[in-house]
């Protein structure tokens, strides 16, 4: 699979790595008590749900079989978006059949895609995250060459571009709008940020704001906070049950709003980098230093 620089492009449909091994270290991430669960579980992967109980059990299978063979743990947690099927039911008969992996959480009432998102990331015990939707249009096989980015220390995200749309032409065009119109507006340029197929370190989302509309300006958010984010090539595959569920509806207007509050938090941060601290030593050389 070829690598993809932040103002590059792809057309043509990815390679898939073999899905069989991820061994790396953790990264420590600074926090109390953080290092005590990345010894625990290295990755964690978020799926949010509404509605999508027959794609579950085909997505958990494939999930199953990118990591059965990790040296490290792993844990995918499932959000249910207050489903009106046999969702929580699934996500329940999954747990039951394996709860060393799968764990879900289901919300009271519906919070949409980004509160699902933030709900998991919240949830996840691993020190690298992955994102995918629930529906199947994303890949699992397509992970694995994501994290081999991110442990070559490419960035601090790896975020995929869908290189063969497998959506109606009225979607591809409106997301091509949107993207362009969020780039020009928060000045960036992230080419797809429709692709729920990412990780990233845990601590990348940790100071990122939860709104409603956050998951489409998520590598936006990320870099604003001075993590480093890459793009690559992923697969799209057709949408096999139902229809869109988190979709265009009311997507232009709340869309150009949450962009000029994007614009006004990126003008607005403030970038408060500590240069030296001596809360960065060992306990023992501070007891030494009093």
């Given at each position: 699979?070829?690598?993809?620089?932040?103002?590059?492009?792809?057309?043509?449909?990815?390679?898939?790595?073999?899905?069989?091994?991820?061994?790396?270290?953790?990264?420590?991430?600074?926090?109390?008590?953080?290092?005590?669960?990345?010894?625990?579980?290295?990755?964690?992967?978020?799926?949010?749900?509404?509605?999508?109980?027959?794609?579950?059990?085909?997505?958990?299978?494939?999930?199953?079989?990118?990591?059965?063979?990790?040296?490290?743990?792993?844990?995918?947690?499932?959000?249910?978006?207050?489903?009106?099927?046999?969702?929580?039911?699934?996500?329940?008969?999954?747990?039951?059949?394996?709860?060393?992996?799968?764990?879900?959480?289901?919300?009271?009432?519906?919070?949409?895609?980004?509160?699902?998102?933030?709900?998991?990331?919240?949830?996840?015990?691993?020190?690298?995250?992955?994102?995918?939707?629930?529906?199947?249009?994303?890949?699992?096989?397509?992970?694995?060459?994501?994290?081999?980015?991110l442990h070559r220390g490419q960035a601090d995200m790896v975020t995929g571009v869908r290189a063969t749309r497998r959506d109606g032409?009225?979607?591809?065009?409106?997301?091509?709008?949107?993207?362009?119109?969020?780039?020009?507006?928060?000045?960036?340029?992230?080419?797809?940020?429709?692709?729920?197929?990412?990780?990233?370190?845990?601590?990348?989302?940790?100071?990122?704001?939860?709104?409603?509309?956050?998951?489409?300006?998520?590598?936006?958010?990320?870099?604003?906070?001075?993590?480093?984010?890459?793009?690559?090539?992923?697969?799209?595959?057709?949408?096999?049950?139902?229809?869109?569920?988190?979709?265009?509806?009311?997507?232009?207007?709340?869309?150009?709003?949450?962009?000029?509050?994007?614009?006004?938090?990126?003008?607005?941060?403030?970038?408060?980098?500590?240069?030296?601290?001596?809360?960065d030593l060992p306990a023992e050389e501070r007891s030494h230093a009093l």
């Amino acid at each position: 699979m070829s690598d993809l620089s932040e103002s590059g492009e792809r057309t043509s449909e990815p390679e898939p790595e073999p899905a069989t091994r991820f061994k790396y270290p953790p990264r420590s991430l600074g926090m109390a008590g953080r290092n005590a669960l990345v010894a625990a579980i290295a990755l964690s992967i978020v799926i949010p749900v509404y509605n999508e109980a027959e794609s579950i059990p085909r997505l958990a299978e494939e999930v199953d079989r990118v990591f059965d063979e990790a040296d490290r743990a792993w844990e995918c947690v499932w959000v249910d978006d207050a489903s009106s099927d046999d969702t929580l039911r699934r996500l329940r008969e999954l747990h039951a059949r394996d709860p060393r992996h799968h764990q879900y959480m289901t919300l009271a009432q519906r919070c949409g895609q980004s509160g699902a998102l933030m709900t998991g990331f919240r949830a996840a015990r691993g020190e690298i995250i992955a994102t995918l939707d629930g529906d199947l249009q994303n890949d699992p096989a397509d992970l694995p060459a994501l994290l081999g980015l991110l442990h070559r220390g490419q960035a601090d995200m790896v975020t995929g571009v869908r290189a063969t749309r497998r959506d109606g032409w009225g979607r591809r065009v409106s997301s091509r709008i949107a993207n362009g119109f969020r780039n020009w507006i928060t000045h960036d340029h992230i080419q797809d940020v429709g692709c729920s197929l990412r990780v990233f370190y845990h601590d990348c989302v940790d100071e990122v704001p939860a709104f409603s509309g956050m998951h489409r300006f998520l590598p936006t958010l990320v870099r604003m906070n001075g993590f480093s984010v890459l793009e690559v090539p992923v697969r799209h595959r057709p949408r096999v049950h139902g229809i869109t569920k988190y979709g265009v509806n009311n997507r232009l207007w709340r869309g150009i709003a949450d962009c000029l509050a994007v614009r006004w938090m990126h003008s607005r941060g403030i970038d408060a980098r500590v240069a030296e601290s001596s809360l960065d030593l060992p306990a023992e050389e501070r007891s030494h230093a009093l």
